[in-house]
């Protein structure tokens, strides 16, 4: 992470990547080497406080929800009761916007230091104070960065501006007077291989065996680097055995969707997955993770044999299931612990059947442009019909399949049928 990573407090700049940690830049110096386009982001950090020095019975408390929604289907139901740490609720004045703009000269977002692009979806402070002058007032949590730990991440104010201003700052906010500011707040600018160079593999197209995961492909978060890393190291270590790689597709996976949008779009920002990036949400759900993955891992040998067992009983109980609600039984055959994932199942099931159907529907047609495959070497430029900016994205991208091109940001549906036809001409001369 962090190819030659710079960190920014005020005026004060130094060679980083987080906080105490040093840069890569022999890596950064390499992969540039080899002719890859890449380019430069930001992000920042809030300044991390003291617990000890916080009242938190000045602030409304933000709990969890309980019982907790685990994030793996062998969970089970989690009793929250006595294990949660509550967030805390909190405001920004005007008496904080005041310090922000009064100082805003000395920020490096502001004053031409920083020429990395940040994410607009999660403005730094600054951001916040001088693109939205008509708001009164901005949310603020702290939040605990662990159970014993005593630093507290003031999420909502990301900030750049010089220490002492910081401390300024977060001594502005009411209840924070007596606060003890334990790392200050900094933005980081970072180089980024533009993905468009990786196929859905997510192997670099100019290098064959060179696999790309995580930040240095554009996008910003932990759980999207996980994803791709899922992604790349399965196919790095298929790649070794001789085997296909393993795609998964937009109306597959969430992940699908995040690595298409990198290959097919590359980055203008950081790079964050939402579900509204996602056109089947209707059919991508919590409740059916397991039915979607599940075998798609067992195939790649990813699912061993337990939980496959467990798996397969859980999908034929769900189909019994299915088949008793729709003879109108209303009592299932459901364990109490299993009753919460297959009851919501059901109920969305039952609740969006039409849409569901209808997005079947337009599921079917739109995968047959996905199957149809675009050979590596074929020749845009040749194509008559196609204009030099089409020519040029697709050469850069390179799509796969015919559904691929169609995504490609700024082909036009005329392109995409020109495309079509050429290659099922091709295929059918070949």
């Known amino acids: 992470t962090f190819l030659n990573g710079l960190v920014h407090v005020g005026d004060e700049q130094r060679p980083a990547g987080r906080a105490g940690e040093p840069p890569t830049t022999e890596l950064a110096q390499s992969i540039a080497s080899l002719g890859f386009t890449m380019g430069r982001l930001k992000t920042g950090t809030p300044p991390r406080l003291d617990r000890r020095s916080i009242d938190f019975t000045r602030f409304p408390e933000e709990r969890g ?30 008496r904080v916007h005041d310090a ?72 502005a906010l009411p209840g924070l007077e007596d606060a003890r500011v334990l790392r200050h707040g900094y933005a980081v600018e970072y180089d980024f291989i533009q993905p468009t160079e990786l196929d859905r593999a997510l192997q670099a197209k100019r290098l064959a065996g060179l696999f790309f995961a995580g930040q240095i492909n554009g996008t910003s978060g932990y759980e999207e680097a996980a994803a791709q890393g899922l992604v790349a190291g399965l196919n790095a270590a298929r790649l070794v055995r001789a085997e296909p790689p ?84 209303l009592e299932m055959e459901i364990s109490l612990l299993d009753a919460h994932l297959d009851e919501a199942t059901l109920q969305a099931e039952r609740k969006y059947e039409g849409y569901l159907k209808r997005e079947a529907t337009q599921l079917a047609r739109l ?11 074929f020749e845009y430029a040749g194509v008559p019909g196609l204009s030099r900016e089409v020519v040029q994205r697709l050469s850069e991208v390179r799509p ?29 001369i070949g």
């Not at 600054?126 to 949310?139: N, S």
Request: with cysteine.
């Open 65 to 94: 929800d309980n019982p907790g929604e685990p994030f793996s289907f062998l969970s089970g139901r989690l009793d929250m009761t006595d294990r949660q740490v509550p967030c805390h609720l909190l405001y920004t004045t005007e």
């Open 100 to 171: 922000v703009r009064a100082n805003i000269s000395r920020s490096p977002l502001f004053n031409g230091q920083i020429t990395g692009i940040g994410p607009r979806y999660c403005p730094s402070l600054e951001d916040k104070v001088m693109r939205f002058p008509q708001r009164e007032r901005h949310q603020v949590y702290l939040e605990p960065e662990g159970v014993d730990v005593d630093e507290i991440y003031v999420n909502g104010l990301s900030m750049s501006l010089p220490r002492d201003v910081q401390e300024t700052i977060v001594r």
């Open 246 to 329: 393993v795609v998964l597709e937009r109306d597959q996976a969430y992940i699908g969707i995040l690595v298409d949008d990198l290959v097919t779009r590359g980055c203008l920002e950081p790079y964050r997955m939402f579900t509204s990036r996602a056109e089947h949400r209707l059919s991508l759900r919590i409740d059916n993770a397991d039915l979607r993955l599940t075998p798609i891992g067992r195939a790649a040998g990813l699912v061993d044999d337990d939980r496959w067992s467990r798996f397969a009983a859980r999908r034929s109980r769900l189909e019994r299931n299915r088949d008793r609600s729709a003879k109108g039984l």
């Open 367 to 377: 995968r047959t442009q996905d199957l149809r495959l675009i050979p590596m070497d």
């Open 400 to 428: 796969a399949t015919v559904g691929q091109a169609s995504r490609v940001p700024g082909v036009t549906a005329a392109a995409v049928a020109i495309v079509a036809a050429r290659v099922g001409r091709r295929a059918r």
